[in-house]
């Protein structure tokens, strides 16, 4: 059994540890809160717009935006994951890297030109760690990502797209689903096709087809709206990935706060046992020294 002193010891070092998670937990409390608004925020405008593109999607019109074809042949696709910078966060980062790899060989496998980009340090240390090599990476991005620097990434992604440099553009990320669930997700963004389709596409399958009057021109009007409907969509990838960071590292310290809190009374129930080991020893010494005077 430990001494009273190293039980003392240990017990403090604990509740110093105890205060640090304890904290981290109330910061990513708060942090979560903000980002579960701006991802709030953002999902009503992404919803209806994606809701327009399927049922002009849908609609019978002379055209189409390159941005909803599907290309031909599948040649050339970009793999975006999005990870933490910080660590202590449970399993976030492992269970959006561990299927993003998976896909990553299957793809190569199959004969596709993979180009890999990673957001997040703990994602580039993973695939540097695995000896995947990665194309592009970025560090910037937060609890606060900024829609100037996503719309970048984005409006590159639109280009090579449209001229035919991308076939595919899956964004793998923790996809939020409510505040005590969110899953893995590898998601197809590029063609828009599949992202239109869980808006107004059953609408307008199952209704009678919308007629649309286009001021000034559909040509004009879809040229704008179709990337603006990918951007928006792409934008909010992050805003769930930031929450999703955030909800998992309040798990994570307040389960480490608890496991702290269990470990302190254990050893304060250790340490009362030690002491009273202790006492019992003095006072049989007390009795035997004098017992020895008389």
């Known amino acids: 059994m430990a001494s009273a002193r190293e039980l003392v010891k240990r017990r403090k070092s604990i509740r110093n540890i105890r205060k640090i998670t304890r904290t981290m937990e109330l910061i990513a409390t708060a942090r979560f809160k903000k980002a579960m608004d701006r991802a709030s925020e953002a999902a009503a405008y992404t919803r209806k717009i994606n809701e ?79 000896g995947v090599p990665i194309d592009r990476s970025y560090t910037q991005f937060e609890d606060k990502p900024a829609f100037d620097d996503v719309n970048e990434i984005a409006s590159r992604y639109v280009a090579d797209f449209i001229a035919g440099r991308l076939d595919r553009v899956d964004v793998a ?78 798990v994570a310290m307040k389960s480490a706060t608890e496991n702290a809190d269990e470990m302190i009374r254990d050893i304060s129930m250790e340490y009362n046992r030690a002491r009273q080991t202790q006492i019992t020893s003095e006072l049989a010494e007390i009795i035997g020294g004098a017992a020895a005077l008389e």
């Open 173 to 250: 990320y923790q996809e939020f689903l409510s505040s005590s669930k969110q899953a893995p997700t590898i998601q197809t963004l590029l063609p828009i096709g599949d992202l239109a389709g869980s808006g107004g596409a059953d609408e307008a399958s199952n209704g009678a087809s919308i007629d649309y009057e286009f001021l000034p021109s559909a040509e004009e009007i879809l040229e704008e709206l179709v990337p603006a409907a990918f951007k928006a969509r792409f934008f909010k990838t992050f805003l769930d990935a930031a929450v999703g960071e955030q909800i998992a590292r309040m």
């Open 52 to 130: 327009i593109v399927a049922d002009l999607a849908a609609a019978d019109l002379k055209f189409s935006h390159p941005l909803l074809q599907q290309p031909a042949e599948e040649k050339n696709v970009a793999i975006l994951v999005l990870t933490s910078n910080r660590g202590l966060c449970g399993g976030y980062n492992g269970g959006i890297l561990r299927p993003t790899l998976r896909r990553l060989r299957q793809l190569e496998s199959d004969g596709k030109n993979v180009s890999l980009e990673v957001s997040g340090k703990r994602g580039i240390a993973f695939m540097k760690f695995e």
